[in-house]
Every structure is written in structure tokens, then in C-alpha cells.
């Protein structure tokens, strides 16, 4: 058990945890009213807007580990290349409902984290990171060269992907129930007793708090969320191959959302999953030099504001506030 004294290091943390009640009201509301109002949307707003929501969802999966738990992982790419392939094969071979194949298929991913867990959290700091990365890479090989799987080529979904609308509205619902778990998680003692693992995990150790459970759960249920956006991903392009599921790519842009956004605040993976998504769009047509310009981005939050868009905000404002007091 914590002593009752004990508090997470960071004080914006315990702030962030007061908007709780309003992101329960507020959310669902603009939820529902967006899935209303999406049926007169474009095309193309709904492909960005279905694109920023997946990518919200890993984010949020993504910062639950990183930003809360201190796992650095670079193995995004292998739960979502794990929930697209599963979809497929549930669909395929086994005719599973759309409505199911979905949370089954990150059910699978979740499977796969608890697998490793015990080889991957023997791992700690860099280790833990450079390891989450050869699992994503090996599965990628694994699954270019085993022929069960289609090998390079993949696999096709033997149905017809539903609309661009249908998707958007599944990717919707998704984002809301990640939402609702992320709130869940961050506003409960759990939130706690993970910061103080991620703090010092030989003292959290010491004073009763089960490491290895906490960061299991954590894993689990990152990669459960990261599955059914990989799901959902492969259920819209209608088929699935290595290089694209297992890409390296859902691994840097997630990374990219959260430490721009805000590692570590509630805010963070949703401010940065738009300021990421819309500088991409503005440079969609120089890929080089929006390669260059996020790294420049990168290098300066890292360097002046380590927590991201959302607490240079946060801190600007309680500077103002101080002075006007």
C-alpha cells in the first residue's frame, strides 16, 4: 500500500485530473453531435477526420505506457499489425461479425503483450526500448516470410470494406471508448501507483506496490487499444502486408503525436494528433521537407518544452495567473 502522504512528482498531472467530470459530459455530447453532423462531410474531411481518430487512439495507448507508465516503446507497429492481420483472419476464415472481429482482434494484441511481458519488462529504460523494437521487427520478418500469412504479399479481406462514412463513425466510437478508459485509468488510483513505478520503481517496490502487475495491465490494455486501431486501419484499405501494418511509420508518428502534444498529460496525444495530421496535410505535397520540418519540431519541444504543446500552454497560463495574483 502508498502512504497517504505520497504524491506523483509532476503537479500538473494532479491538475490535469480535475477536467474528469467534464471530459464525461462534454465528450459523448460532441461525440455524438460529430457522427450526427459527418454525414454532410466531404470525402476527404471524412478521411482525415478517420485518420486523425485512429491516430488519436494509438496516442493515447502510447502515453498510457510513456507518459504514465515510463515504458518507451517502439513496438506500436507490432499491435497494430497483430489486430489488422487478426481481423483479416477472423472475417476470413472464421466469418466473424464485424462488431466482433474488431474488440477480438485487439484482444489478440493484448494476447501477444501478455507473452512477452515477462521478456520485455526484465528490460528496463533503453533496454525496454530497443527491445520493444526488435519484437515489432522480428514480427514484421516472421510475417514476410511465413507463407500462412501471405507472406510479402499479405492478405485480402474476403468482404467489402463498409463506407467511408461507416468507418468514421466506427473510428468514432472507437476514440470514445479509449477516451473513457484513459479517463478511467488516469483518474483513478491506478494512475498513481503507475507514476510512482515509472518514478522509482525499486522504491514503489518497497513500499508495496506490485510492478510487474502494474505495468501488465498498463501493457495489456495500451496494446488491446492498439489493436483495434490496427484493426480498423486494415478493415479500410481491405488488405494487410507486412511492410505497411508492421511499418516502422505507426511507431514515429505516434511518438511524434505524444512527445509534440504532451507526454504524460491527458491533453497531450489529442492536441498533438492535430497539429501532427495538419502540418502532414499542409506538406502532403513536399514529403521531404515535412520529414525535415517535424524533426526540427521534435528537436525544439524536446529541447524548451519537454511536456509538449499542452504544458507550455499550462505553464504560460499559471505564470499569468501568478502575476496577476
Known sequence: MLPATYEPTNDPEITDM?????????????????????????????????????????????????????????????????????????????????????????????????????????????????????????LRMFMVNYAGFGGASGLFLAVDPPSLYVLFCIALALMAFTTLMMSIATASRFSILLRAVRDDEDAAAQIGVKAFRIKLIAFILASFLMGMAGALQGLKVGTVEPYGMFGIQWTVNVLSIVIIGGQGLRWGPVVGAFFVITLGELLADYPALHLAITGLILIVVIRFAPKGLVGLVSNMTASRQGVAK
Open 18 to 138: 480535475i477536467n474528469k467530470n467534464a471530459i464525461k459530459i462534454l465528450v459523448p455530447t460532441l461525440l455524438m453531435a460529430l457522427a450526427v453532423l459527418s454525414q454532410g462531410f466531404s470525402d476527404y474531411t471524412l478521411e482525415i477526420g478517420f485518420r486523425l481518430l485512429v491516430m488519436i487512439t494509438l496516442a493515447e495507448a502510447w502515453n498510457l505506457l510513456a507518459g504514465y507508465g515510463g515504458l518507451v516503446s517502439l513496438g506500436t507497429a507490432s499491435f497494430v499489425g497483430i489486430g489488422a492481420y487478426a481481423l483479416t483472419g477472423l472475417i476470413n476464415k472464421a466469418q466473424f461479425p464485424l462488431y466482433l472481429a474488431i474488440p477480438f482482434a485487439g484482444l489478440a494484441a493484448a494476447l501477444l503483450a501478455l507473452s512477452v511481458s515477462r521478456a520485455v519488462f526484465r528490460l528496463r529504460g533503453l533496454y525496454f526500448t530497443v527491445g520493444t523494437l526488435a519484437l515489432a521487427e522480428a
